[in-house]
């Protein structure tokens, strides 16, 4: 019997004037543990005219992760944090009770041709940490915990696994692991795995049950302690997941809560521009959506 619950495929979905590829929430699965959205952005190629801008926007409820594979963003928050996000690194940021953060393509990159690539991710809070105070971390690549097992390699982006332990401060038992194959391998894994467990397939293919899949699919299994599969040479893999909450989590734009109640105050906050503004980027902002309809 087959160990995938779910086979989800990437929908085109806008952040402003880029497409990105939505692969959570999805209407038959919310969230895969605690992971309650994930955005494939790009790749996609700007000219010296184009650029990647992501104005001012407010978060409460979960922490980001975005993680780059190729070009750069410079993040701004209203905690004074000014920080480049090169490939491979973590950009960590919980929003807790509120903070508003841009995201754009560097000033020394904004006048040249340019790729973004990467993962957009929010990983809700617990529900007594929804109200925490604002945090941001950023990690560089070289602290995250790799390793070899013959032809494959790790990366442990979040979280723990097989007795590895990220630097991300995360706030819930989960896990995030990246896994490049070099040849056709066999990847029994779901003895390290726990909770729900999602896999997403960046480029090259898997093999299941005798079924393989493909980039831009998301295979959510029935049972993590389960979770064995065959990965084709050049391969790259991303395992997520961990313990799902207890409570239904809540999703209205860019607001993530175990109560409405929070997200209805964020968003009046948010359309009556109380939220506190990033230091040199405050200019504008992007508006709350139900504001362009007429």
């Known amino acids: ?16 004037n880029f497409m990105v590829g939505r692969l959570l929430p999805f209407r038959e699965k919310r969230m895969v543990g605690p992971f309650i959205f994930i955005d494939h952005l790009g790749p996609v190629k700007m000219n010296e005219r184009e650029n990647f ?17 190729e070009g750069s963003i410079m993040h701004r928050d209203t905690l004074g944090n000014e920080v480049e996000i090169k490939p491979g690194a973590v950009n960590w940021m919980t929003a807790g009770k509120g903070i508003v953060h841009s995201e ?11 790729v973004i690539h990467g993962l957009q991710i929010w990983v809700a809070l617990p529900k007594k940490l929804e109200e925490m105070e604002p945090e941001f ?11 070899t097992e013959g032809d494959l390699r790790y990366k442990l982006i979040a979280g ?29 894994i779901g003895k390290e795995l726990f909770g729900e467990a999602g896999l997403y397939i960046l480029e090259g293919s898997v093999e299941s049950d005798g079924n393989t899949y493909g980039p831009k699919q998301l ?8 979770c064995e599969f065959i990965i084709e040479a050049d391969t ?8 799902p909450f207890p409570e239904q989590r809540f999703i209205d734009w860019n607001f ?10 964020a968003k009046q906050r948010w359309i009556d521009q109380t939220f506190e503004k990033i230091k040199g980027d405050d200019i504008e902002f992007v508006p709350y959506p139900s504001l362009y309809k007429k």
């Open 137 to 147: 971390f950023h990690i560089d690549g070289e602290q995250l915990p790799s390793w």
């Open 104 to 114: 754009r393509t560097p000033e020394y990159l904004r006048h040249s041709d340019k």
């Open 160 to 188: 723990e696994i097989s007795g590895h332990r990220s630097a991300v401060p995360v706030y819930s038992k989960l896990f995030m692991l990246e896994i490049k194959s070099l040849s056709r391998q066999t990847v029994q």
């Open 219 to 226: 295979l959510v299994a029935k049972e993590s302690s389960l």
């Open 1 to 16: 019997m087959s160990n995938i619950n779910l086979i989800i495929e990437e929908r085109a979905a806008s952040i402003g």
């Open 236 to 243: 790259t893999i991303y395992l997520f997941g961990g313990e």
């Open 256 to 265: 993530v809560a175990s109560d409405k109640d929070l997200i209805n105050t």
């Open 53 to 69: 801008d992501v104005m001012p926007h407010p978060h409460i409820g979960l922490s980001t992760l975005t993680f780059l594979f």
